[in-house]
């Protein structure tokens, strides 16, 4: 059982930046491939990037490739998710995820674990 929970959303003006952090509840935080999903009103989730366990590989969605950075801390149980160059469109509730298996995977249903999620509100 790992327990996550999310912090940094917030309301946020076209542009600007946010940090979001995943705290993970597990000492043993550096075997699981982590993700970061998010989910705007009437859409569902979708994915937006994830880091292997050594944080070595990364990936992105391409809706934020090149304006959103993951990172994690093994020795905290942390997890980031720098975002930078907000648009409007990037409105929604952000979760972190994490699962036991080497592959990220890019589908929700791949998850096993989920934090309750942060609200992230960019205006125009």
């Known amino acids: 059982q790992v327990l996550l929970v999310e912090s940094g959303g917030g309301l946020v003006q076209a542009g600007d930046s946010l940090r979001l952090s995943c705290a993970a509840s597990?000492?043993?935080?550096?075997?699981?491939?982590m993700a970061w999903f998010r989910q705007a009103p009437g859409k569902e989730r979708e994915f937006v990037s994830a880091?292997?366990?050594?944080?070595?590989?990364?990936y992105y969605a391409e809706s934020v490739k090149g304006r959103f950075t993951i990172s994690r801390d093994n020795a905290k149980n942390l997890m980031y998710l720098q975002m930078n160059s907000l648009k409007p469109e990037d409105t929604a509730l952000y979760y972190c995820a994490a699962r036991g298996a080497m592959y990220y995977g890019t589908g929700p249903e791949e998850y096993a674990y989920w934090g309750q999620g942060t609200q992230v509100t960019v205006s125009s």
């Open positions: 880091i292997s366990w050594s944080g070595d590989n990364t």
């Open positions: 597990r000492r043993t935080f550096s075997r699981y491939t």
